[in-house]
């Protein structure tokens, strides 16, 4: 059985690794996301994407 540490640290890792694949899309250099993409992410999972409402400005379309 996991004490409560290890099960947040599960978790804050499962969290840094998706924030790393998003970076890795929204920068990737051939195919990067563009906003409407972002876009469509949020309106489809708002709970999951809203987070990365900020980069928005950043992101090209």
Sequence with gaps: MLTQ????????KRASDRHKIMLD?????????TKSDLIALIAR??????VYAGFLPQLKD
């Design 45 to 50: 999972k708002p709970e999951r994407y809203q």
């Design 5 to 12: 540490i290890q099960m947040y640290r599960q978790a804050e």
């Design 25 to 33: 899309l929204m920068l990737h250099p051939t195919n990067p996301m």
